[in-house]
């Protein structure tokens, strides 16, 4: 099979009309026939019928027609006497049996068939016979002629055929060379306007993932400058710390103790940024776009508490669990985790010390859901602020003041729940009085009852 659409279209095309061609002489040779025998069939009778009474009885002697055996006849006359006696036979070398089936038959002699039609009259057998090669040979020559105008069209039909083939595919060449003539950066949509519309589609597609790569580039060089210029700061400072060290004598002495102090505060603040620099990168990246699979995010859950347990306790914050209902969700374990952390250690951070910090996880089956709840006793955010604190590199007002931070956080945290097809929603915590953290992911079944259903089935 060519893998050219217009090579195939051409050999379906042609084939279709040859095939066309075939059937319609077949046709006009079997209706040709039908028709000549029943033509055949009538004249032959009206001959028997018509000798009937005119040929001379018994004792008279055979009677030939006045013909030279040269002549060709269709039609073969034989007239029988009663008793077997031949009284007529048309000149020629064939002899129809004595003894005939009374109507029509059809009789082989000598290799031929021959279509013989028999009467009986009180005195005598009278029988046409005509060879049914006359009426083949008749029908052939009719389908012949009804059939040699299609094949002698054939040739321009395949010309036509291989035009509009042609001129139909002309804008899927089109649409080639201009992809062609595209730089590397020009992603902009490709025209749709006058394409066919079965193509139409195809393109309007191919622009929209044009429009999504383009967003995405977009969004890379976004992300590259923010990144560039949140990490000049750090950068920036620890430069600073270290001239400072310099300047005043080395790290030896108690003098030393404010400047190494501070260069391990910028250290701790750089790398903690490009952790979250790349776990951002990773998320909107191609590692994110693995196959989801399902996981029991109850046990996620208690491992990311038991995580922020320590850190909750070197800032003086109880973390703990409230609710963990059982729940199975389609996800990525490492995905669910980086957020599960990110929420948690935020929560951590802008608490004060003594606060509270707590996790929650209900099952709602009914819902097909899965409600996951992260409140703290912190500032909250204000309801203006709410929307912008998931763009990245974004603080609000009331969190640049109790703890540093480089807005990555909650912009990690929705990069994963939009992966995941969860919906995310920041409110004031009723209990807490801080920020509560709503996430309500796809609940799916557990693999064992999967199979245990497909089973069943």
């Known amino acids: 099979m060519p893998r050219s659409l217009r090579q195939r279209l051409l050999m379906f095309l042609l084939a279709a009309v040859s095939l066309a061609a075939f059937l319609q002489a077949y046709s ?9 025998d029943q033509l055949f069939d009538y004249q032959m009778q009206q001959m028997a019928f018509s000798l009937r009474g005119s040929v ?15 002549q060709s006849f269709d039609f073969h006359v034989q007239v029988w ?9 048309s000149p020629g070398p064939w002899l129809l049996p004595q003894r005939a089936v009374l109507g029509f038959s059809d009789v082989s002699d000598r290799g031929r068939t021959f279509r013989v039609f028999s ?12 060879d049914l090669s006359v009426r083949q040979r008749m029908a052939s020559q009719l389908a012949w002629r009804t059939a040699m105008p299609t094949l002698l069209m054939l040739p321009l039909l395949g010309l036509v055929v291989w035009l509009v083939i042609s001129r139909s595919l002309d804008p899927v060449e089109r649409v080639r060379a201009q992809l062609a003539d595209r730089s590397p950066g020009d992603l902009a949509p490709v025209p749709a306007s006058d394409l066919p519309s079965e193509l139409r589609p195809m393109v309007q597609e191919f622009n929209a993932l044009l429009g999504r790569v383009r967003s995405a580039f977009e969004d890379q060089q976004n992300f590259v400058a923010d990144a560039a ?19 005043g004598g080395g790290i030896n ?8 102090r501070r260069l391990e505060q910028g250290i701790e603040r750089a790398s903690r940024l490009i952790e979250q620099l790349l776990s951002l990168a990773r998320q909107e990246g191609a590692a994110a776009q693995r196959d989801l699979e399902p996981l029991a995010l109850d046990e996620l859950c208690r491992q990311a508490v038991t995580d922020a347990s320590e850190l909750g306790g070197l800032r003086g914050v109880d973390v703990g669990l ?74 609000s ?60 089935h």
């Open 322 to 395: 409230q609710d963990c209902d059982t729940a199975w969700v389609m996800g990525q374990p490492e995905g669910l985790s980086v957020l599960l952390r990110n929420l948690l250690d935020n929560a951590i951070k802008y608490s004060p010390a003594g606060g509270q910090v707590d996790l929650s996880l209900h099952a709602t089956p009914g819902e097909g859901q899965v409600l996951l709840l992260v409140e703290d006793s912190g500032p909250g955010i204000p309801a203006g602020e709410r929307q912008r604190v998931f763009d990245r590199f974004y603080r």
């Open 56 to 70: 001379a009885g018994p004792g008279s002697g055979t009677i030939s027609l006045p013909l030279g055996e040269q």
């Open 397 to 456: 007002s009331a969190a640049a003041t109790q703890a540093p931070g480089s807005g990555l956080g909650l912009a990690i945290v929705k990069a994963i729940a939009d992966r995941h097809g969860a919906q995310l929603r920041l409110s004031q915590s009723s209990r807490l009085g801080g920020l509560q953290v709503e996430l309500r992911l796809p609940a799916c079944e557990p693999p064992q009852a999967s199979s245990d259903k497909a089973q069943l």
């Open 28 to 36: 006009a040779y079997r209706t040709a026939l039908a028709e000549a």
């Open 229 to 247: 210029h949140e990490l000049r700061t750090p950068l920036a400072a620890l430069k600073l710390q270290l001239q400072a060290l310099q300047q």
């Open 119 to 130: 009467v009986q009259t009180p005195l005598q057998v009278i029988q046409v016979a005509q």
């Open 81 to 89: 006497s009663l008793d077997g006696a031949s009284l007529f036979r």
């Open 253 to 260: 002495g108690t003098q030393g103790e404010p400047g190494l």
